[in-house]
């Protein structure tokens, strides 16, 4: 009666689980075990050498939810993978663990035609706060892409440079609205005489919402 008990108690936890959690969900919380995350590493790590290129999508993508640091350095290393797919799925797992080693083969990434791929190095990028990032987000600013282009600017935003401070003088007046209070409110941070200029531009704004931001943050910083 008490083993009944228990196989009864058994399939109701099992069903609640089910419940919550959908089935991918499930494996990726016991991949996450600490006592047997090395177990999964390894049967992923070994998956990646198949020739079967859906077992190798399979095995990047458990890989990307598993949150160990010895994931990292094969994750790094998948950036240089032929497969865009096992790429997408190792930029996607290299965000929890902002690892600057990673920055070349991010960079490499950039290159790559997939606008996927490029605007999921370009989070990366932003996540990992480095400023060797800045000149290739700068190149990004002429994409034949706009959502490319629109992630390197929101990227660039980031980082406090005076040459950031350039870039986004020459990008507000071609940006629509809601690029133009993105910058402006990058302006309330920075003291430069050089945002003058660009903000009584937009005192003459259509938009309330950017006239009013352009008002006070030259009333803010005594510039107008």
């Given at each position: ?154 990227a660039l935003m980031m980082f ?56 006070k943050v030259l009333k803010d910083?005594?510039?107008?």
């Open positions: 009666m008490k083993n009944l008990c228990l196989i009864l108690l058994c399939i109701l936890i099992i069903f609640f689980i089910l419940k919550i959690y959908k089935p991918y969900q499930i494996s990726y919380i016991v991949e996450n075990l600490p006592f047997l995350n090395n177990y999964f590493i390894m049967k992923y790590s070994n998956s990646l050498s198949s020739n079967d290129i859906f077992t190798r999508r399979k095995a990047a993508l458990h890989l990307s939810f598993i949150n160990h640091h010895a994931v990292c350095d094969i994750l790094i290393q998948l950036l240089k993978d032929n497969d865009l797919k096992v790429r997408s799925d190792a930029l996607s797992g290299l965000r929890k663990f902002k690892e600057k080693e990673a920055f070349d083969n991010i960079i490499e990434c950039l290159k790559i035609s997939d606008m996927q791929i490029r605007i999921k190095a370009i989070i990366l990028l932003e996540d990992l706060k480095d400023k060797r990032a800045v000149k290739y987000l700068v190149d990004l600013l002429d994409d034949s892409d706009t959502i490319v282009r629109n992630y390197a600017l929101s406090e440079d005076p040459e950031i401070v350039d870039i986004l003088i020459r990008e507000i007046k071609k940006a629509d609205d809601k690029k133009k209070i993105q910058i402006i409110r990058y302006f309330e941070k920075v003291n430069d005489e050089r945002i003058i200029i660009p903000l009584k531009n937009e005192l003459n704004n259509n938009n309330n919402v950017i006239r009013e931001l352009a008002t910083k005594n510039l107008n």
